[in-house]
C-alpha cells in the first residue's frame, strides 16, 4: 500500500506546482537580430544556432521556471533584476544574468566588417582612458583570455564616467548588485568566453576568438551605449568623463 501512496503524493505534487504558461512568462527569448550565418566566418551558424536556441534559451526557461516560484520577478524588467540580484537564490542569479548578458550580446555584433568605428565621444574617453583603441583592444582581450573557466570580459562606464575594462565568472555581470565594487558599472561592450561560444571553430583557441571577435563588433550600438550611460549619470560626473 505504502508505494501506490508514495505515487499519488509525488502526482499531487506535481499537479500542484505553480507554472506558467508560454503566453504568461515574463521573459521570452528574442530571435537573434540577423540570421545564423551573418557572422561567418567569426562565428559560424552551427555555433549560433546552438548557443541562442540552446543555451540562451535555457537560461529563459529556467528563470521563467524561477518565476512561477517566485512571483515578484514577473513584475521585474530584466534590468532591473540585475540591478538587485542579491536579494535573490542563485538560481535567479545565474539564469537571469545569462538572460541579460546574452540579449547583450547578440545586439553588439553585426556581419564582418560592417561594424564602423567607435563615435567621435567614445574615442576620446578610449584614447583618455587607455591610450588608443588598439591598446582598449589588448587590454579587453587579456581580460578576456585572463578569466579563468567560464565568463565574460566587459568595457564598462564607471560611475565616475571612466571607462574600464573588467572581467566577471559564470554569468555575472557589472550591473549586479553582488559582485565587487570594483567591476560595477554599465556595460556598453561584453564578450563571452564560456566554451561554447567559441569551440566549434576555434577549440581551445580563446586566443584567436578574442582577436577575430573585433571583426563583428558594431561600433554604431557600442558608441550608443557609450552615450546613454553617460547621459543617465550624475551631471557632475558627466561633466568630468567629458574632459
Do not use: C
Not at 540591478?83 to 547583450?104: E, I, K
Not at 579587453?140 to 571607462?163: E, M, N, Y
Not at 555575472?172 to 554599465?186: I, Q
Amino acid at each position: 500500500m505504502i508505494r501506490p501512496f508514495l505515487t499519488l503524493l509525488v502526482l499531487a505534487l506535481v499537479l500542484a506546482a505553480p507554472r506558467l504558461d508560454a503566453g504568461d512568462a515574463p521573459f521570452a527569448l528574442a530571435p537573434l537580430p540577423y540570421p545564423p550565418d551573418a557572422l561567418e566566418p567569426v562565428i559560424d551558424a552551427k555555433t549560433m544556432e546552438i548557443h541562442h536556441g540552446r543555451h540562451h534559451k535555457a537560461y529563459v526557461d529556467n528563470l521563467n521556471a524561477q518565476a512561477a516560484q517566485i512571483p515578484e520577478l514577473a513584475g521585474l524588467s530584466l534590468l532591473d533584476l540585475q540591478r538587485q540580484m542579491s536579494r535573490f537564490p542563485t538560481a535567479v542569479r545565474n539564469n537571469g544574468g545569462g538572460h541579460w548578458n546574452h540579449d547583450f550580446f547578440w545586439n553588439l555584433m553585426t556581419r564582418p566588417g560592417t561594424g564602423g568605428e567607435p563615435s567621435a565621444a567614445l574615442a576620446a574617453a578610449i584614447e583618455r582612458d587607455f591610450g588608443g583603441l588598439d591598446a582598449m583592444k589588448q587590454a579587453f582581450q587579456q581580460a578576456g583570455l585572463a578569466r579563468f573557466g567560464s565568463g565574460w570580459a566587459w568595457l564598462i562606464v564607471r560611475p565616475d564616467g571612466r571607462l574600464a575594462i573588467t572581467s566577471t565568472p559564470n554569468q555575472d555581470n557589472p550591473l549586479m548588485d553582488l559582485v565587487p565594487e570594483a567591476e560595477r558599472g554599465t556595460p556598453i561592450l561584453g564578450n563571452d568566453v564560456w566554451e561554447h561560444a567559441y569551440y566549434l571553430a576555434y577549440q581551445n583557441r580563446r586566443g584567436d576568438y578574442l582577436a577575430a571577435w573585433w571583426q563583428v563588433v558594431d561600433w554604431g550600438k557600442v558608441s550608443a551605449h557609450y552615450d546613454r550611460a553617460i547621459a543617465e549619470l550624475a551631471p557632475s560626473a558627466a561633466a568630468a568623463a567629458a574632459k
